[in-house]
């Protein structure tokens, strides 16, 4: 949607507020107070490595580490076929 509004370059945005913002406080804070008040009382080590073995935590971390690096054409190819098929699979 926010491409159908704000075009391509409104995607930029969206995807640094989603990333850095909605992500990121989702997999530390979200962990952390879902942790604090489960049954159970986990250690603080316990938390920290919920965090950090959360999948959406370490997609973040690869991407800012690979943010840099050039993709092949090719690859940015089969990445948007992926990408393209995921709103029609979240529908099933």
Same mark, same amino acid.
């Given at each position: 949607?926010?491409? $159908?509004?704000?075009?391509?370059?409104?995607?930029?945005?969206?995807?640094?507020?989603?990333? =850095?913002?909605?992500? *990121? #406080? @989702? %997999?530390?804070?979200?962990?952390?107070?879902?942790?604090?008040?489960?049954?159970?009382?986990?250690? $603080?080590?316990?938390?920290?490595?919920?965090?950090?073995?959360?999948?959406?935590?370490?997609? =973040?971390?690869?991407? *800012? #580490? @690979? %943010?840099?690096?050039?993709?092949?054409?090719?690859?940015?190819?089969?990445?948007?076929?992926?990408?393209?098929?995921?709103?029609?699979?979240?529908?099933?």
């Amino acid at each position: 949607m926010i491409e $159908a509004y704000y075009g391509a370059s409104g995607m930029t945005v969206k995807l640094l507020m989603d990333q =850095l913002g909605t992500n *990121l #406080v @989702l %997999s530390t804070l979200g962990i952390a107070i879902a942790a604090l008040y489960s049954t159970g009382k986990p250690s $603080a080590r316990e938390v920290f490595i919920r965090i950090c073995t959360f999948p959406p935590f370490i997609a =973040l971390l690869v991407e *800012l #580490v @690979l %943010s840099p690096i050039e993709v092949p054409a090719w690859l940015t190819e089969v990445l948007h076929r992926l990408r393209d098929t995921l709103a029609p699979l979240a529908l099933v």
